[in-house]
Each structure stands twice: as structure tokens, then as C-alpha cells.
């Protein structure tokens, strides 16, 4: 079966352009989880979302991040515009029924 | 609040001997723990779980982790290291709030297993 899939896996843009990160969760998951892993602040979870609803969006930096789950295959994180300081490796994580979380490959952001 | 505490940045153990990670929980229910990997440039992979039952939960990879309710611990073990177990580890509890599916990560352990 095809786990958590992101696009691109790498990606690297210079200060002030859009950057859309994608997922596609495991097919009949509906619990839907972005995270940010930096050296500085560890793992944190930005936006988190249940049958394409978000749920709670406390952890989302500032108003520059947006993401949205149009359908229950797909959803995408936006920073617009993008700073040096978003650079980071972003995980999407996805569940069906209870807390045990399956994670992407992740995409590696770089911002110049 | 719930929370969860890794209070080892990293550990350091020779190939072949036994290993220890550990972890301390706090919630005002009854927890849920998870542990997780990630090697390098992956994401996170799931080890193993403690819902409810015997204290002593096998995992992936031939770990274990061991429920102590009284010391409100969650270590995870393994008999005999290998080098290919060196890894960030991380230690996670169910949130207890309204949003039963997130969980709450600790830091991460960095396990360096040397040959």
C-alpha cells in the first residue's frame, strides 16, 4: 500500500516567493496532520485537520502560512511570501481512527 | 496539561550491548504512548504502542518498551544495539483534549550506536 505521499521532496526558493507543499494521506484516512521539524524547535504540529475540516490551527506561525484540505485525498501548505527563517523540513502525517500517526517522506524547504 | 519528556538529547552505546531511551509522561487519564524513529532524511516510522495490557509492548526492529504507571514511564529498550539503530527517537502521548488524534511529542533522543 502507498503511504503518506509529499511533493516535492526538496525545494528551494529565495525570499519572498510562494511555496506550495502538497500530501496526499493514505487513502481512507480522515485525520490529516502538517508538521514543521527544525533543529532549533524540534518537531511541531502547524495545522491539523479531521474529515477536510481544520481543527485546530494554533501551531501555524503567522498569517504568511495557509493550508487547506480541499477533498479527502489532497492538501497543501502555502507560505506566501516565504522567509529565510521558514526553512525547514514540513511532514504530513495522516490517520484513520484513533492517535497512531503515519508520516510522509517529508519536504525539505530551503528559502534564500 | 499533558505532556511528555525525553530527558536525553542523546545516548551513546557500544554495538552489542543493551540500550535504553527514555521517556516520562503526565496526563490526568490513562495514556496512550507511542514511540517513533527517524533515520536520517526520512520521516517519522512508527516503533510500537501502549494502549492498555501488559506493561511490556514489542515493537519494530526487535524494541520494547516498558509501562511503569507508578513512575509514569515509557523507556524503550532494545537487548543488543546495532549500528543501523542509530536514529532520532521520539517519545508521544495521545492528546487528551476534544482532538483525540493528535499527539504530543517529546524532543527526540538522538541514539548513536558506535562498532
Known amino acids: 500500500d502507498a503511504g503518506v505521499i509529499q511533493s516535492p521532496r526538496h525545494e528551494v526558493t529565495e525570499m519572498g516567493q510562494e511555496v506550495t507543499l502538497r500530501c496526499k494521506p493514505i487513502?481512507?484516512?480522515?485525520?490529516l496532520f502538517w508538521y514543521r521539524q527544525t533543529m532549533m524547535r524540534g518537531l511541531e504540529l502547524l495545522i491539523y485537520?479531521?474529515?477536510?475540516?481544520?481543527?485546530?490551527d494554533s501551531g501555524m506561525p503567522e498569517d504568511r502560512f495557509s493550508a487547506k484540505m480541499p477533498n479527502a485525498s489532497f492538501s497543501t501548505l502555502k507560505i506566501q511570501p516565504s522567509e529565510p527563517r521558514d526553512s525547514a523540513v514540513y511532514f504530513c502525517?495522516?490517520?484513520?481512527?484513533?492517535?497512531?500517526?503515519?508520516f510522509g517522506p517529508g519536504t525539505r524547504l530551503t528559502v534564500l | 496539561a499533558q505532556s511528555v519528556a525525553q530527558p536525553e538529547d542523546q545516548v551513546n552505546v557500544a554495538e552489542g550491548n543493551p540500550l535504553t531511551v527514555k521517556c516520562t509522561y503526565s496526563?490526568?487519564?490513562?495514556?496512550?504512548l507511542f514511540w517513533y524513529v527517524q533515520y536520517p532524511n526520512r520521516g517519522l516510522q512508527f516503533l510500537l504502542k501502549?494502549?492498555?495490557?501488559?506493561?511490556l509492548v514489542k515493537g519494530s526492529y526487535g524494541f520494547e518498551a516498558e509501562f511503569n504507571k507508578s513512575q509514569t514511564s515509557f523507556h524503550l529498550k532494545k537487548p543488543s544495539a546495532l549500528v543501523s539503530d542509530s536514529a532520532l527517537y521520539f517519545c508521544a502521548v495521545r492528546d487528551e483534549g476534544g482532538a483525540t488524534n493528535k499527539l504530543i511529542f517529546g524532543t527526540g533522543t538522538l541514539l548513536a550506536v558506535q562498532p
Open positions: 485537520f479531521n474529515n477536510n475540516v481544520p481543527i485546530d
Open positions: 501502549y494502549i492498555t495490557g501488559d506493561n
Open positions: 487513502s481512507g484516512h480522515n485525520s
Open positions: 502525517a495522516s490517520t484513520l481512527e484513533g492517535p497512531l500517526q503515519y
Open positions: 496526563v490526568s487519564g490513562n495514556p496512550y
